[in-house]
């Protein structure tokens, strides 16, 4: 499956809040402050809405990255529930320091709303002992943000910093839908507030600063060249994304 490269009009985003698909790959703490296990959730959602979920079918890979080294990690996948949707689960063990880049390639999803087949290649990292190495790692997905500023350890208020890439290269000027993880807590003023829409420089650089804390969700969006069959058999276009979450924290002062 390739795409468009170098072609500002094939990254788009739609603008309904309908649109704001969002594929997670969440795990229970990005930093294991002394290594230990990590939960990872896999969930196709609308995150700034706190849902609904999507049933997502079984990921066609889930991978770690790790000190220039991939495992594949799809067998470790156990199924649950969001919203009466299936999602997928992982529990890991990360024993050893460094920076895992976990990321997941989900089967097509047909979203009748659109007319069109959804594809959003994710991913996080989790940095054991907090070693701050190896979380820059690029993984040479079809569409994918690189990370210009550490992922991990972040405080409410940073700027997170990505590069936009398509089959390797930048992309100037690619348009970049943010969205946070809403369990409730955050009142929409309306829906526009339900993702933020940024533009990268020419370099495919962009940048955002995290106003609250929580998880926060960066995709870079672009159409497939080709097609894949509808329900009804008729061809339908193909979203492709590249995300990467990220995790602000609130600064706890001591005493």
């Not at 309904?16 to 969440?26: D, E, S, V, W």
């Not at 495992?71 to 969001?82: A, G, K, M, N, R």
């Not at 970049?176 to 507030?193: K, T």
Request: no cysteine.
């Amino acid at each position: 499956m390739s795409i468009r490269l170098g072609l500002v009009a094939a990254l788009w985003l739609a603008a309904t809040p309908a649109a704001a698909h969002f594929q997670t790959i969440l795990p229970s703490a990005d930093v294991l402050p002394e290594g230990g296990t990590v939960t990872v959730d896999l969930v196709f959602t609308h995150p700034a809405f706190d849902g609904p979920a999507m049933a997502m079918a079984a990921p066609r890979r889930f991978a770690m990255v790790r000190d220039g080294e991939t495992t594949d990690l799809t067998t470790s996948l156990e199924p649950f529930t969001v919203d009466g949707a299936s999602a997928w689960r992982a529990e890991l063990a990360l024993p050893a320091p460094g920076a895992a880049v976990l990321f997941v390639e989900p089967a097509p999803y047909f979203e009748p709303a659109e007319g069109r087949h959804i594809v959003h290649y994710a991913k996080v990292v989790v940095d054991s002992w907090a070693s701050g190495e190896g979380w820059d790692a690029r993984l040479g997905l079809p569409v994918e943000i690189e990370p210009l500023a550490r992922p991990t350890g972040l405080w409410t208020g940073n700027l997170f910093r990505g590069l936009v890439l398509a089959s390797g290269e930048p992309v100037p000027f690619a348009e970049v839908e943010v969205a946070f993880v809403n369990d409730g807590r955050i009142a929409l003023p309306n829906d526009a507030f339900g993702s933020q829409v940024i533009r990268a420089d020419a370099q495919g650089v962009f940048a955002y600063a995290m106003p609250f804390a929580g998880w926060w969700g960066f995709a870079a969006l672009t159409e497939a060249e080709g097609t894949l069959p509808a329900p009804d058999g008729t061809p339908a276009p193909i979203e492709l994304g590249g995300l990467i979450w990220v995790r602000a924290t609130d600064v706890q002062r001591a005493d």
